[in-house]
């Protein structure tokens, strides 16, 4: 029980993390429109309903075990581009945490629109998210569960949590290297070479112990910060 308690705050810190740049966008798709807040809840609900399928879709693909190249399955073949592509896209954004980012700007010509538009936008986030938490457990209720407060939260803190992060970016920073550690994990599995999850659960949790002690030690030092 408390191995699956663990995997879920794994699972839920790293969706909240790794969600900043779609909360970004939601703020800005919604900030500046009368009913911003009907457009992100729709917006966001119909955006869990996707993320549901994208994960019911991706775990049925994962029990097809049968060899159907070489020694390689189904299951093989999405662990190895999965893993490729969170590793992509892992460095990508963690190369693009060094950089100054470009203001984004983003108009809606009407409501429909911005609904279709934050649940597109956050189908596209969610695609590594998904590979993360698959990657992680093949608990699907955990996964669900995960997803569904990640959506829940998002909806009444597009604004602060995005503010938070960017006080404190080396949350996000440890977030993209747990990813890049997944992708090269998933990548592994897809090749039949096992390691254990645990020694790297283990090294992300102490991380993440270092970087909230200096978190909290940059909060004392700075009296108006917090």
């Not at 538009?117 to 590979?131: C, H």
């Not at 959506?151 to 604004?159: E, N, P």
């Not at 290297?177 to 990548?187: D, K, N, Q, T």
Request: hydrophobic share 55%; glycine share 6%.
């Amino acid at each position: 029980m408390f191995s699956e308690l663990g995997v879920f705050l794994v699972l839920l810190f790293l969706e909240v993390i790794l969600g900043v740049d779609n909360i970004v966008f939601i703020a800005i798709v919604t900030g500046k429109m009368r009913n911003g807040a009907t457009v992100r809840y729709i917006g966001l609900g119909l955006a869990l309903l996707l993320r549901l399928a994208m994960l019911f879709c991706v775990s049925f693909v994962l029990t097809l075990k049968k060899p159907v190249f070489y020694l390689l399955s189904v299951q093989d073949m999405v662990f190895l581009v999965g893993g490729v592509f969170l590793l992509f896209k892992g460095i990508i954004e963690l190369a693009q945490c060094v950089r100054l980012k470009k203001d984004i700007h983003y108009k809606a010509k009407s409501s429909f629109l911005a609904v279709c538009y934050v649940a597109f936008v956050d189908l596209v986030f969610s695609v590594d998210s998904i590979l993360t938490a698959v990657a992680i457990t093949k608990n699907i209720f955990l996964i669900g569960l995960a997803f569904t407060l990640t959506i829940i939260f998002m909806t009444v803190t597009a604004g602060s949590v995005s503010k938070w992060i960017e006080r404190f970016p080396e949350l996000k920073t440890l977030a993209l290297v747990f990813v890049i550690s997944i992708g090269a994990l998933l990548f592994s599995e897809g090749l039949h070479i096992e390691f254990r999850k645990s020694y790297l659960y283990f090294a992300f949790a102490f991380s993440l112990i270092v970087q909230l002690c200096n978190i909290a030690q940059k909060c004392r030092s700075t009296p108006g910060r917090s």
